[in-house]
């Protein structure tokens, strides 16, 4: 396994790659990896030649009160299993590697960065969009892969490459879950005995809304929202949003919606965890005839 510490030598690296006539494939992560970061290397390994994997704590996307300091790392183990899942190279600059003392460039997205995520985090995703731009330009991958888990992220990058010109495949991997439900994410990690059993209701509450919207439409969406809250609450959680927008432009889903993003964000304690489900709900005509039935 090769590790890279500068831009420089991952460039070097790349460079010789790309004249070997091999393609790259990037799997951009904050370390600390799971089955869901393990997922992106596989799936990136059945796409490119060369898979990198970034471990990189961006400390641009963590606001002020947020869990920079105590996120947590695991970096000998993240080469072994980046290497163990195909991948040939682990890039793990430090900040200061990453951002010249002076740096004052950002790319900021500025319509779907407004919502969900965005609207209590005002700084994460122009944090993710410039440094993932950057390791774009660093790495010049061919493909990178990305989690389901993190929606908006995902549609934002997805905007970023389209709007900007980057030539690199984006590819979207499915969630994966523990057993209960519960999504897999670093943060989980955060989570008392007590919360971690509490935590699967997030997933229990997204399928039974999403299951009502494929079989009844979108007729009463407000009263599967209020009923996931409460939901939500009575296991112990305090529900940062409980949404249904529109999957491609996170506007606000009503009747005409074709898919849905319904998207969560619910503290359990201090850890705040979000999950997602699209959903194609039934179109207003089907669900009037269901009901005549
Ligand atoms: O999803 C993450 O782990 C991060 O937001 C990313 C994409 C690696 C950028 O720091």
């Known amino acids: 396994m090769k590790i890279f510490r500068t831009r420089a030598e991952l460039r070097e690296f790349v460079a010789s790659e790309?004249?070997?006539?091999?393609?790259?494939?990037?799997?951009?992560?904050?370390?600390?990896?799971?089955?869901?970061?393990?997922?992106?290397?596989?799936?990136?390994?059945?796409?490119?030649?060369?898979?990198?994997?970034?471990?990189?704590?961006?400390?641009?996307?963590?606001?002020?009160?947020?869990?920079?300091?105590?996120?947590?790392?695991?970096?000998?183990?993240?080469?072994?299993?980046?290497?163990a899942h195909g991948a040939v190279a682990v890039f793990a600059p430090t900040p200061e590697t990453m951002y010249d003392r002076d740096f004052s460039v950002w790319v900021s997205e500025e319509k779907?960065?407004?919502?969900?995520?965005?609207?209590?985090?005002?700084?994460?995703?122009?944090?993710?969009?410039?440094?993932?731009?950057?390791?774009?330009?660093?790495?010049?991958?061919?493909?990178?892969?990305f989690g389901q888990k993190d929606a908006q992220q995902a549609l934002i990058i997805q905007k970023m490459v389209r709007d900007l010109d980057f030539p690199v495949r984006i590819v979207v991997v499915p969630i994966v879950r523990e057993h209960d439900g519960l999504a897999l994410s670093s943060r989980n990690k955060y989570l008392s005995a007590g919360e971690r059993a509490a935590a699967p209701v997030i997933h229990r509450v997204l399928t039974a809304i999403a299951e009502a919207l494929?079989?009844?439409?979108?007729?009463?969406?407000?009263?599967?929202?209020?009923?996931?809250?409460?939901?939500?609450?009575?296991?112990?959680?305090?529900?940062d949003y409980l949404e249904m927008r529109d999957a491609d432009t996170l506007d606000m889903a009503d009747s005409s919606a074709r898919k849905i993003l319904l998207a969560a964000a619910v503290k359990f304690g201090t850890t705040r965890l979000i999950d997602n489900e699209i959903v194609v709900p039934a179109s207003q005509t089907e669900s009037s005839q269901t009901n005549k039935r």
């Not at 596989?42 to 869990?67: H, K, R, Y």
């Not at 969900?116 to 969009?129: A, D, E, Q, S, Y």
């Open 18 to 83: 790309k004249k070997a006539g091999r393609s790259i494939g990037l799997v951009p992560t904050m370390g600390f990896l799971h089955a869901g970061h393990f997922a992106l290397i596989d799936m990136a390994c059945t796409l490119a030649d060369t898979v990198i994997v970034s471990v990189f704590v961006n400390p641009t996307q963590f606001g002020p009160n947020e869990d920079l300091d105590k996120y947590p790392r695991s970096f000998e183990a993240d080469c072994r299993n980046s290497e």
């Open 214 to 239: 494929r079989q009844h439409g979108m007729a009463a969406s407000s009263t599967l929202l209020e009923a996931g809250k409460l939901e939500l609450e009575k296991a112990g959680g305090v529900i």
């Open 112 to 145: 779907l960065s407004k919502v969900l995520c965005g609207k209590t985090r005002p700084i994460h995703f122009r944090g993710v969009c410039t440094v993932v731009a950057k390791l774009f330009h660093l790495a010049q991958p061919d493909v990178a892969c």
